[in-house]
């Protein structure tokens, strides 16, 4: 399995899409480098090629666009080293469920 910390967002993406059947379905914790994120469970409800629908206890459904998985997923590696903060991050406010996703990728 390629490690998706050192994949281009678009093999990142991929992953998903490829991983949809495992991935579809899955409670998640949200996660952050800090571990200082809330621990707000969601579930991911859809993926499709254009985006990933989440909801959770605290919120209806929600939709990541590609677009915003793929920014994220390009500072993917910065981020896990340090190199940059959780705020320079914030381009939405999916920031969190995509971290989480991307670690899970990472993790599974």
Do not use: C
Not at 6 to 28: D, F, I, N
Not at 34 to 62: H, L, N, Q, Y
Not at 76 to 97: A, C, I
């Amino acid at each position: 399995m390629t490690d998706t910390s050192r994949a281009p967002a678009s093999t990142a993406w991929s992953k998903v899409l490829a991983r949809k059947m495992e991935l579809k379905g899955q409670k998640l914790d949200s996660w952050s480098r800090s571990g200082r994120a809330k621990a707000v469970p969601f579930a991911v409800d859809e993926i499709s090629t254009a985006a990933i629908e989440v909801s959770g206890p605290t919120f209806k459904r929600r939709r990541i666009s590609r677009s915003d998985f793929e920014y994220i997923a390009e500072r993917w590696e910065p981020y896990l080293k340090g190199q940059l903060r959780r705020d320079e991050l914030n381009r939405s406010q999916n920031t969190t469920y995509i971290l989480t996703i991307l670690h899970w990728l990472d993790s599974n």
